[in-house]
């Protein structure tokens, strides 16, 4: 059931590398279109002796999802064509710097600000962002639209526990900022720069997600994109995806809200299989997908990684409950691709 997708071959790939944690947990999700409230954000994803807690006043949603993404090809753009200059840390004198800087750690307490990692900050227009996300309106409700999405990114406050030496540190998820220039200023969390700076990391095809029809189209996309490295397979089933979206946290669904939102990632997963870079078959109740390695997307950004200086890669975060193995079968895989695999046995329980 592929097929190349005309419009997707036109287009130049447009690569966001993100970190697995973020990709794999469930900051984002599917919500209400009734106009209901939306729900308290607290989530929590557990790798090795690593804790990471996501907490807010809202949960975030597939808008705030596309808008971070743009976020990090732009910071990823900017800071190989000017590292100094993209470059953030607690030494940062200038004015807009500092003011990312501290918001960024409006929770650190004194004493551990020196312990702080560097990041990376980028500047760009509003109506830049409204194109990288893919809207073709840059008039003032696409700016309401795009500043409520961008303060709740800023509203998410990541928690890390160590386990190890239980100490507990904070850091916004971005900080933002409208400089004298009327340019939009951000900041990201450290551990979204460091997918940016070092192997180890995920590849997310923006080009892609901008051509699915739906959100939970998107949300797939981007789960399978942060599971799945260039040429590798896995077979996933429909409930997994259904209890990943819609986790039911002891309420379970309606017979006729479980049966649409089984329907919505089969149609999810059947639109992910037209993209170019994208082989699904369905099954019954599961579906084998495969991510291909087309030459378009043997991408700039591979050639950017090769002449980038390496470092040795970091140890690999194990996976949540959620992408435990027994709902994949993988017939190969790459520590350099997918790193938090390496830890997935049948003798080593998740945590």
């Not at 000017?82 to 307490?109: C, I, K, N, T, Y």
């Not at 340019?183 to 450290?190: D, E």
């Not at 901008?210 to 490295?229: D, E, K, Q, R």
């Amino acid at each position: 059931m592929t097929r190349a997708a005309g419009k997707n071959a036109s287009a130049a790939p447009r690569v966001v590398r993100l970190s697995h944690p973020f990709g794999l947990c469930q900051l984002f999700r599917p919500l209400p279109k009734d106009g209901s409230p939306r729900p308290v954000l607290n989530e929590t994803y557990q790798y090795g002796e690593l804790s990471l807690r996501f907490s807010a006043r809202e949960a975030l949603g597939v808008p705030e999802q596309t808008l971070l993404l743009a976020l990090l090809e732009l910071a990823q753009e900017q800071h190989r064509r000017r590292p100094a200059e993209h470059h953030l840390d607690q030494a940062d004198r200038s004015e807009v710097g500092s003011l990312l800087w501290s918001s960024l750690h409006v929770h650190a307490e004194t004493g551990a600000v020196q312990d702080l990692p560097p990041t990376l900050r980028l500047e760009c227009s509003w109506s830049e962002l409204h194109r990288r996300c893919g809207s073709a309106s840059v008039g003032g409700s696409a700016n309401d639209i795009r500043r409520e999405s961008l303060t709740r990114l800023c509203e998410v406050t990541v928690w890390e526990r160590d386990g190890i030496t239980h100490t507990v540190r904070s850091c916004r998820l971005v900080s933002w900022l409208v400089g004298d220039n009327h340019r939009v200023h951000v900041a990201l969390n450290h551990r979204l720069a460091a997918a940016l700076l070092s192997p180890g990391y995920a590849q997310l095809l923006l080009s892609e997600r901008l051509t699915l029809p739906s959100n939970t189209a998107m949300l797939v996309h981007a789960f399978l994109s942060t599971c799945l490295g260039m040429g590798k397979s896995m077979s996933i089933g429909y409930e997994t995806l259904v209890e990943r979206l819609w986790p039911s946290n002891g309420t379970p669904a309606t017979a006729s809200k479980r049966k649409r939102r089984l329907s919505d990632v089969k149609s999810a997963v059947r639109a992910i299989g037209r993209l170019e870079s994208w082989k699904v078959e369905l099954e019954p109740t599961k579906a084998e997908v495969t991510r291909r390695r087309p030459s378009s997307v043997a991408t700039n950004d591979t050639l950017a990684v090769k002449a980038a200086p390496t470092e040795p890669p970091r140890p690999a975060p194990a996976a949540r409950e959620m992408t435990r193995p027994g709902h994949f079968a993988l017939s190969s895989s790459s520590y350099g691709e997918q790193p938090f695999w390496q830890k997935l046995s049948a003798e080593k329980p998740l945590p």
